[in-house]
């Protein structure tokens, strides 16, 4: 089995590394990266649930790409290119990173936060809210913040 990434759909939120980190991370990058391809065998099932629980859909599981047999299955290192700057400058303007977390003892279950943004939020697993995206895109900050604020119970902390 092969999984790639598009580069143009990822988000960057995690949630593949959190699911299968021998298969995606976002170490390098803005971007999960693959490194492992193709999959081994007792990985597999971690990366096509990392696959299905992407939120933007940018991982492509191909069941039918296998390594030949006497193929050997390896982990790719990706290495950071040594870069000479003589003086200081911005490669790449990064973004305010923002995560939340709700307190499993003041939160009530009530779901106003999964109402108000539920890209973020879920009590689909658990009795309490839990947080879906660490740390919160871009996109979604603003209503994150809202969801703190209409939290009845004050179990949403926003930390920026």
Do not use: H, W
Not at 5 to 11: G, Q, R, T, W
Not at 65 to 92: G, H, N, R
Not at 102 to 129: H, K, Q, R, T, W
Request: glycine share 4%; with cysteine.
């Amino acid at each position: 089995m092969r999984v790639r990434v598009d580069e143009n759909l990822c988000i960057g939120c995690g949630i593949c590394e959190d699911a299968a980190p021998e298969v995606f991370t976002l170490e390098n990058g803005p971007v999960a990266q693959v490194i492992m391809d193709p999959v081994d065998a007792e990985v597999e099932e971690a990366a096509r649930q990392a696959a299905d629980d992407c939120p933007e859909g940018a991982i492509e599981v191909d069941e039918d790409e296998v390594a030949p047999p006497d193929e050997e299955v390896t982990t790719k290192v990706i290495e950071e290119p040594e870069v000479e700057v003589s003086s200081p400058i911005y490669v790449s303007e990064r973004k305010e990173e923002m995560k939340v977390t709700v307190d499993p003892d003041l939160c009530i279950g009530c779901g106003i936060c999964e109402g108000i943004v539920p890209e973020v939020f879920s009590l689909l697993n658990e009795p309490y809210a839990e947080v879906l995206l660490d740390p919160v895109p871009e996109e979604y900050q603003d209503a994150a913040r809202e969801a703190a604020e209409e939290c009845p119970e004050e179990a949403i902390a926003v930390i920026e």
